[in-house]
């Protein structure tokens, strides 16, 4: 799709929504977005009265160059023709694993790839969001670029996408494709070998936690980091885990590191510390109203500032947060740009941004994806069936919420008696 008629016919006074499921409507998730689009999707929103340097800045050559300057800098997450048909390892191409979960993401911050789904679709997190003092209060993927309907609708999309049977075969062949070190003309090149799993969202349930595991588990390469506030299901996913004979401390996989998020600014959580604070894999993060660049606050003394402020907000070198041995990691607290406090001692705020309508537009634009998606007939045959260890995991997981159920009857009958 062009943007320039999108631009005119936004000159012209159509309303933007009208605009927005135009382009919308015309993308084909399978085929490599034109990152043009992208751009103009979010910036149809510029309000009206635009003036000639608005107009260069956000809908004109201006912008298209700056997209051109970006792709140079950074790969696309979609891949060319070529590799993108080529049948890998899993029995499917990247095109029909991208279809399959709604794609990757590709934050600037981070060395690697990622997935990310709503915030507001967090469980934990869209309680915590309510609690003043909380870190979930300010979230900022409640806020800025994540509510714009182009991210809007793929969070929506790869969230709608978690229960498909291929979802793990298809998440792992993304992330191996984008760590191969040869591309398909033998040329070198650099393997991204960090996946960040929600930049935004969380874990949904125990069996998500057993799926993510499970393609760490075919990802050998590469190594995981995810954070979570999701303590509830990591716990059903470590129990099912032992029951299916594995030992505490084998459960998360090598190559994944759970960072559990402290609920809390500034406040650590004893018994979450107590609970998971021995086993393998699982790590901590804080996050601190002080400013950590300069000087730890005395209770976080023994936890790494996340230094990425003083790099323009990137990574760099640093890995501390995939590495298990850094125990705690601390984030200095950011608030959205457009989330503007007015009342600190009441604890109000004025949220400019458009959460509760963008989650209503945003399920909706993502049906119509759904229907306009041309999947590529994938094989099943040729989808390996997933690790023992994996469906034994499931199956226990399933039985504890069986028996809970059945528990729960039976106190029910037995105190109606
Ligand atoms: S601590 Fe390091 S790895 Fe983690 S987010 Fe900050 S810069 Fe990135």
Redesign the pocket.
């Known amino acids: 799709m062009k943007v320039r008629p999108l631009i005119e016919a936004y000159l012209k006074g159509s309303s933007s929504d009208k605009l927005l499921e135009y382009a919308i409507g015309s993308h084909r998730p399978h085929v490599p977005r034109d990152p043009y689009t992208l751009h103009s999707t979010a910036h149809v929103y510029v309000p009206a009265g635009v003036s000639n340097e608005a107009y260069d800045e956000h809908l004109g050559e201006g912008i298209i160059q700056k997209v051109k300057d970006a792709i140079k800098k950074k790969p696309s997450p979609v891949p060319g023709k070529k590799e993108g048909e080529a049948i890998g390892k899993f029995g499917m191409s990247y095109f029909q694993a991208h279809a399959i979960t709604g794609g990757l993401s590709n934050p600037s ?2 060395p690697g790839y990622a997935t990310s789904t709503p915030a507001w679709k967090c469980q934990t997190g869209s309680i915590l969001h309510k609690v003043e003092g909380s870190v979930c209060r300010d979230c900022y993927a409640r806020g800025g670029m994540y509510t714009q309907p182009t991210p809007a609708v793929a969070m929506t999309a790869r969230h709608n996408s978690l229960d498909h049977p291929h979802w793990v075969q298809a998440m792992a062949t993304m992330i191996n494709h984008h760590a191969r070190t040869i591309n398909y003309s033998g040329r070198k090149i650099t393997p991204h070998v960090h996946f960040r799993w929600h930049d935004s969202g969380d874990i949904q349930s125990p069996q998500h936690m057993e799926r993510i595991a499970e393609v760490a588990r075919l990802t050998p390469d590469v190594k995981h980091w995810i954070p979570t506030k999701e303590t509830k299901h990591l716990s059903n996913w470590l129990d099912a885990s032992v029951r299916a004979g594995k030992k505490r401390d084998q459960v998360v996989p090598s190559n994944l590191i759970v960072r559990i998020s402290h609920p809390k600014v500034d406040q650590r959580s004893a018994g979450i510390e107590k609970k998971f604070g021995k086993v393998r894999g699982i790590a901590f993060s804080d996050v601190s109203e002080h400013n950590v660049l300069d000087s730890l606050p005395s209770h976080l003394q023994d936890a ?1 500032a ?3 402020p003083e790099r323009g907000g990137h ?2 070198t ?5 590495d298990e041995n850094t125990g705690h ?1 601390v ?1 200095h607290q950011h608030i959205p740009k457009n989330i503007t406090r007015v009342g600190k001692t009441t604890g109000t705020y004025l949220r400019k941004s458009w959460n509760q309508y963008i989650e209503k537009r945003a399920a909706g634009w993502s049906e119509k994806f759904k229907s306009s998606r041309d999947v590529p007939a994938i094989n099943s045959k040729k989808i390996p069936v997933l690790s023992d260890e994996h469906n034994a995991v499931l199956h226990h997981i399933a039985n504890v919420n069986v028996s809970a159920v059945k528990a729960t009857q039976q106190r029910g009958f037995a105190s109606k008696a």
């Not at 640093?318 to 995939?322: D, I, L, Q, T, V």
């Open positions: 911050k981070m790494e996340c230094r990425a990574c760099g640093c890995r501390s947060c995939w990691v984030y």
